[in-house]
């Protein structure tokens, strides 16, 4: 069954230093998103991602934030300054279609522990 | 005003017993709405998409939508202790952002 993979599982790091969070979405999928879940709170939306372009991103994704698609497979989030606040889970997802008509498929997820 | 709310629970209910999940949103011209498992530690997986008024069966689940009162519901029967996750409800709303908003979740226990 295709899936949506993420590494690095787990990756501690440094507040300040730069993290680069990657994902593999299921190959026929058109639409990714990183979504983030701080433990026990709820999922958070970061970022949509269609046709190699944002397509909408909340509140919490600013400057620091940025998405890439290198090449073909890859996804990944880029956070450019760590702060302690962004210690949580990052999830990707990727759905056939826009989420309002299909269903996102969630990776396992990175867990991000900045100190 | 919280854009879709869930009580967190825990819900605790006996093996073999009805669990009645429910979750409430802002956005009135909300169209489309999504039940997701977690299980502790793991990511969301995708359980009912519901659009319309009315009930949504599939196996043990029944999702339930009233766009007038603004709820939504999750009926899991014969519940088993399998099924002990936090269930996340989500809207895709019509205002704003189009992308997925989840609630917080409600912790369901299934009793053995």
């Known amino acids: 069954e295709p899936e949506v993979t993420q590494t690095p599982s787990h990756q501690v790091t440094q507040m300040g230093q730069e993290v680069i969070l990657r994902c593999v979405p299921i190959s026929n999928h058109l639409y990714f998103y990183w979504y983030r879940q701080i433990l026990g709170q709820k999922v958070e939306f970061l970022v949509s991602?269609?046709?190699?372009?944002?397509?909408?991103k909340s509140e919490i994704f600013d400057d620091q934030f940025s998405v890439e698609r290198p090449d073909g497979s890859n996804f990944t989030l880029k956070i450019r300054s760590t702060k302690l606040e962004d210690s949580a889970m990052y999830f990707c997802a990727s759905s056939e279609v826009r989420s309002n008509t299909g269903e996102l498929f969630f990776g396992e997820g990175s867990r991000l522990t900045v100190l | 005003q919280k854009e879709v709310e869930q009580n967190s629970g825990p819900l605790s209910v006996p093996e073999g017993a009805i669990a009645s999940l429910n979750c409430t949103y802002s956005?009135?011209?909300?169209?489309?709405f999504f039940w997701y498992r977690q299980y502790s530690g793991k990511s969301p997986e995708l359980i009912m998409s519901?659009?319309?008024?009315g009930d949504k069966e599939d196996g043990r689940f029944t999702a339930q939508l009233n766009k007038a009162s603004q709820y939504v519901s999750l009926l899991i029967r014969d519940s088993q202790p399998s099924d002990s996750a936090t269930y996340l409800c989500?809207?895709?709303?019509?205002?704003?952002?189009?992308?997925?908003?989840f609630g917080s979740g409600t912790r369901l226990q299934v009793q053995p």
């Open positions: 989500a809207v895709v709303m019509d205002t704003g952002r189009r992308a997925l908003t």
């Open positions: 991602f269609y046709n190699n372009e944002i397509s909408e």
């Open positions: 956005d009135r011209g909300s169209q489309s």
């Open positions: 519901i659009y319309s008024n």
